[in-house]
């Protein structure tokens, strides 16, 4: 048997191994994970439902699945879930005061997947309300703080999956990803984040933020575990009207291999004004050592790059103010007290159960969707949409896939921009293009700043390439080696 307290180390593909081999069982795994987020959780918050009975309960049947000879990569395995996914029978609250009491009657897609491969879930993850920000300073209960320095935050919204993952307190995490929330996340905390292809991964029993925007994916320790996670995710689902009926590859098949003939851009927008001196340095070394091994580098542009912040702004908001319309006090979720008749009570309900920033967004959404204001607004964002998409399959003709940074700046401390809306939504200007354009996006440690803070490297891709991404991920963080150890809390 492995050493109980070293189980919260390993990563997936480790785990599974020894979990395979009998040489330590899921109970175990899971007892040493739940132990580690007693004594680590109360400095770093990532969990908002830990769901220990549950997650015991799961591991001695893996245990019992594994002994009749039914493994898979994910059977036993402890994994925490960003808590906009639906879980029978456990509170989703999407981090907001108006779901705080909701308990789903059945799963997401996503969840009930992992449930078939015999994944163990260790609770429910702490994010922006409803997924609105890039902190988890939006949550209605607690900020998250970053395991790398606890003034920090993590990255939004996903930050609770990517705080646990570098905590070590999940061995994998799945997130969510509208603008940004997968990657920013894991490139402030320092492990690997992907945003699939939008229709890759079904979105059945995900609250919805933008709907045709939002997608799952996985926050893991390295690319294979990535691979694994995604193999079990992703597939057609007619319960998703925007599911691809396509064929899914085996996503680990694309790991290791080498660069020779990879072609890949480097966007002269995505470089320049408002990154960071230690990002972009960071950035270049990793672009050098591609150039090193094989890859073939050049110059590509996105010229409509400056438009897409303020595109996003519009279509998201937009289409927020519609989905968010359910939550009124009527049929589920918070129902205000007091009220004198039917509209105070939707005006009441919506007032106290929605924070600052969803109320923000729900005001943009509803005004740029008001008469006299669609045209000027949502159709144009639309339309510069489709001009950002084009510019990518242009470039993408010219080569295999892009390099960029994730974010401009490293993590931000706490505090620092909940003043300023625009400060902080521009965090996001190297991320949201990818969204606009449905693409697949992989973040991957990079380097770590001279205060020791994680600095995470974009690779996009053209559509249902993920096994692109996956190639030159797994083969760039083998020949960057190690960052540094896991900070230890």
Same mark, same amino acid.
């Given at each position: 048997?492995?050493?109980?307290?070293?189980?919260?180390?390993? #990563?997936?593909?480790?785990?599974?191994?020894?979990?395979?081999?009998?040489?330590?069982?899921?109970?175990?795994?899971?007892?040493?994970?739940?132990?580690?987020? @007693?004594?680590?959780?109360?400095?770093?918050?990532?969990?908002?439902?830990?769901?220990? =009975?549950?997650?015991?309960?799961?591991?001695?049947?893996?245990?019992?699945?594994?002994?009749?000879?039914?493994?898979?990569?994910?059977?036993?395995?402890?994994?925490?879930?960003?808590?906009?996914?639906?879980?029978?029978?456990?509170?989703?609250?999407?981090?907001?005061?108006?779901?705080?009491?909701?308990?789903?009657?059945?799963?997401?897609? /996503? /969840?009930?997947?992992?449930?078939?491969?015999?994944?163990?879930?260790?609770?429910?993850?702490?994010?922006?309300?409803?997924?609105?920000?890039?902190?988890?300073?939006?949550?209605?209960?607690?900020?998250?703080?970053?395991?790398?320095?606890?003034?920090?935050?993590?990255?939004?919204?996903?930050?609770?999956?990517?705080?646990?993952?570098?905590?070590?307190?999940?061995?994998?995490?799945?997130?969510?990803?509208?603008?940004?929330?997968?990657?920013? %996340?894991?490139?402030?905390?320092?492990?690997?984040?992907?945003?699939?292809?939008?229709?890759?991964?079904?979105?059945?029993?995900?609250?919805?933020?933008?709907?045709?925007?939002?997608?799952?994916?996985?926050?893991?320790?390295?690319?294979?575990?990535?691979?694994?996670?995604?193999?079990?995710?992703?597939?057609?689902?007619?319960?998703?009207?925007?599911?691809?009926?396509?064929?899914?590859?085996?996503?680990?098949?694309?790991?290791?291999?080498?660069?020779?003939?990879?072609?890949?851009?480097?966007?002269?927008?995505?470089?320049?004004?408002?990154?960071?001196?230690?990002?972009?340095?960071?950035?270049?070394?990793?672009?050098?050592?591609?150039?090193?091994?094989?890859?073939?580098?050049?110059?590509?542009?996105?010229?409509?790059?400056?438009?897409?912040?303020?595109?996003?702004?519009?279509?998201? %908001?937009?289409?927020?103010?519609?989905?968010?319309?359910?939550?009124?006090?009527?049929?589920?979720?918070?129902?205000?007290?007091?009220?004198?008749?039917?509209?105070?009570?939707?005006?009441?309900?919506?007032?106290?159960?929605?924070?600052?920033?969803?109320?923000?967004?729900?005001?943009?959404? #509803?005004?740029?969707?008001?008469?006299?204001?669609? =045209?000027?607004?949502?159709?144009?964002?639309?339309?510069?949409? #489709?001009?950002?998409?084009?510019?990518?399959?242009?470039?993408?003709? @010219?080569?295999?896939?892009?390099?960029? %940074? /994730?974010?401009?700046?490293?993590?931000?401390?706490?505090?620092?921009?909940?003043?300023?809306?625009?400060?902080?939504?521009?965090?996001?200007?190297?991320?949201? %293009?990818?969204?606009?354009?449905?693409?697949?996006?992989?973040?991957?440690?990079?380097?770590?700043?001279?205060?020791?803070?994680?600095?995470?490297?974009?690779?996009?891709?053209?559509?249902?390439?993920?096994?692109?991404?996956?190639?030159?991920?797994?083969?760039?963080?083998?020949?960057?080696?190690?960052?540094?150890?896991?900070?230890?809390?």
């Amino acid at each position: 048997m492995a050493d109980k307290s070293g189980l919260v180390d390993l #990563t997936i593909w480790q785990l599974s191994t020894l979990l395979r081999k009998k040489e330590v069982s899921s109970k175990e795994v899971t007892e040493a994970y739940l132990e580690r987020i @007693e004594a680590v959780d109360p400095k770093v918050k990532a969990y908002i439902t830990v769901t220990a =009975d549950q997650a015991l309960r799961a591991a001695e049947e893996a245990d019992k699945r594994i002994a009749s000879g039914d493994h898979r990569p994910l059977t036993g395995v402890p994994i925490g879930l960003k808590d906009v996914l639906c879980t029978e029978g456990i509170p989703t609250t999407c981090a907001s005061k108006i779901l705080e009491h909701f308990v789903p009657p059945y799963d997401a897609t /996503v /969840v009930a997947r992992l449930k078939d491969e015999g994944a163990v879930f260790l609770g429910k993850l702490n994010m922006d309300e409803f997924a609105m920000g890039s902190s988890t300073e939006n949550s209605a209960f607690f900020p998250t703080r970053n395991p790398w320095s606890l003034d920090r935050i993590p990255g939004g919204s996903s930050g609770g999956s990517g705080a646990a993952v570098a905590a070590r307190i999940a061995c994998a995490a799945l997130g969510s990803d509208t603008g940004g929330s997968i990657r920013q %996340p894991a490139s402030h905390c320092g492990v690997v984040g992907m945003k699939p292809t939008y229709g890759r991964v079904s979105r059945y029993g995900l609250v919805a933020f933008a709907s045709s925007l939002d997608q799952i994916g996985p926050m893991t320790r390295d690319v294979r575990d990535c691979a694994i996670l995604l193999n079990s995710i992703a597939g057609f689902d007619p319960k998703d009207s925007t599911s691809y009926p396509g064929e899914v590859p085996d996503f680990t098949s694309a790991l290791g291999k080498e660069l020779n003939g990879m072609r890949i851009g480097v966007p002269k927008e995505y470089f320049g004004h408002g990154i960071e001196e230690g990002v972009e340095s960071a950035i270049k070394r990793a672009i050098s050592l591609l150039e090193e091994n094989g890859a073939q580098i050049k110059e590509v542009s996105l010229p409509h790059t400056e438009y897409a912040v303020a595109a996003y702004y519009i279509i998201a %908001p937009a289409e927020a103010s519609s989905n968010l319309m359910r939550y009124d006090g009527v049929k589920y979720g918070l129902r205000a007290t007091g009220y004198k008749n039917l509209l105070d009570m939707y005006k009441e309900t919506r007032s106290q159960g929605f924070g600052p920033e969803v109320k923000r967004r729900i005001m943009l959404g #509803t005004y740029s969707l008001s008469s006299g204001y669609y =045209d000027a607004y949502y159709k144009k964002a639309s339309q510069v949409r #489709t001009i950002i998409r084009d510019d990518f399959l242009k470039a993408f003709s @010219e080569c295999d896939c892009l390099i960029t %940074p /994730v974010a401009p700046t490293p993590p931000f401390k706490i505090g620092e921009k909940v003043d300023d809306p625009l400060q902080m939504y521009l965090s996001d200007i190297f991320t949201i %293009p990818v969204n606009l354009a449905g693409l697949p996006g992989i973040s991957i440690p990079c380097a770590l700043t001279e205060d020791g803070l994680p600095v995470g490297v974009q690779f996009i891709a053209p559509p249902f390439r993920e096994d692109t991404l996956i190639h030159v991920g797994s083969t760039y963080e083998g020949l960057r080696g190690p960052v540094a150890p896991w900070p230890e809390l």
